[in-house]
């Protein structure tokens, strides 16, 4: 192993592809974000490792719990340069559902306070259980990410970028 140069300028890359979305039987959402954790450990502080695998998990929980064409496919996208962290996930939607999306989306990342809309959305909902939309509200009010969404050929795609700029 070389212990030359700056290891968090190293440039890392992976894509990984699922399909059927209905023939996944485990928790594949933690086991793709324990493998980016470790993956990316060899080169970056635990730091950006905890976020990337946070995210992951996150994104792709969504993905098997609220995907309906679950004859479908998913993609995972990691890349990282030292500058940005970037994560996207990509999964057949409807046009409607990629409506309601939106607007979480839009709600989320228009937010003056990604931590005072988080905090009032679990107190608003502590009452009747509600579920639905903290872990992407988390992912920008804790985590620090930026997310955006998109509708690409029948596909959603989620975008999570962290700017690295003066973090590793």
Do not use: W
């Not at 209905?22 to 080169?43: R, T, W």
């Not at 839009?106 to 903290?134: C, F, M, S, W, Y």
């Amino acid at each position: 192993m070389s212990s030359g140069g700056n290891r968090t300028q190293t440039a890392v890359g992976a894509s990984i592809y699922i399909s059927p979305l209905d023939h996944v039987a485990g928790d594949v959402a933690g086991l793709l974000g324990n493998f980016l954790f470790d993956l990316l450990g060899m080169f970056y502080p635990r730091q950006i490792c905890s976020k990337a695998n946070v995210v992951v998990i996150e994104l792709v929980t969504n993905v098997m719990e609220h995907c309906t064409i679950r004859d479908g496919a998913m993609r995972v996208d990691l890349k990282i340069d030292g500058d940005d962290l970037l994560i996207t996930v990509a999964n057949p939607v409807t046009p409607a559902e990629f409506e309601t999306v939106k607007e979480r989306f839009a709600a989320i990342a228009n937010a003056e306070d990604p931590k005072k809309l988080l905090a009032d959305t679990v107190h608003r909902r502590r009452g009747d259980r509600q579920k639905g939309g903290l872990g992407l509200m988390r992912l920008t009010a804790e985590s620090k990410f930026r997310l955006t969404c998109e509708y690409e050929q029948g596909f959603l795609v989620v975008k999570a970028l962290f700017p690295m700029r003066g973090f590793a």
